[in-house]
């Protein structure tokens, strides 16, 4: 999904800081209402932030789910990912992750998910829904280790869960 190696230092490991990250209640929200609406499809689009501050998400780019199955899986719609990328290259902005949400309630990354992780320390916002409404937000950031065993060359993809925090907290 694009280079975000300042995400994390560049070295996929990330510090404790790259574990908070801060998004406003009202942007918050908006998400939230989004994917309430949406229910029982999956909503999805990007997160974006300022080059100089990757873990403060400053707007967000809805994408309409072009996925086969939207029930079951998103993805984000091709030209909106091209527009996307190429109006960010040119400003002080970057694509730092991603939001979905799971119509079955779970807010936990699924194994699609896992599979989908290609961005060593891309953000995964999950808001999980069911026909009564939004039931709970997770941020999650992708993380990739090699495996112990040099031979196999195999990298093995996880997230870690991440701290939400919004200027409600007197963080802005």
Known sequence: MGDC???????????ASDLTVYLSSVLHDALRDLAALQWPEECC?????????PNRIERVVVARNVATD???TF???????IDTYRA?????????????????????????????A???????????????????SGMYRARHQKSSNPRDGETIRYFRRCKLLSEAIGLY
């Open 88 to 116: 960010v290259r040119s400003s002080d902005e970057m694509v730092v992750g991603c939001f979905h949400s799971h119509p079955n309630g779970n807010v936990l990354p699924s194994t699609t998910d896992r599979a989908r």
């Open 75 to 81: 993805e984000i719609d091709p030209q909106v990912l």
């Open 5 to 15: 190696s300042n995400i994390t230092g560049g070295n996929g490991q990330g510090a």
């Open 70 to 72: 939207p029930r079951k």
């Open 118 to 136: 290609d961005v060593d320390g891309f953000l995964w916002l999950i808001i999980a829904t069911d026909h009564s409404g939004v039931l709970k």
């Open 45 to 53: 689009g990007l997160l974006i932030a300022a080059k100089q501050n």
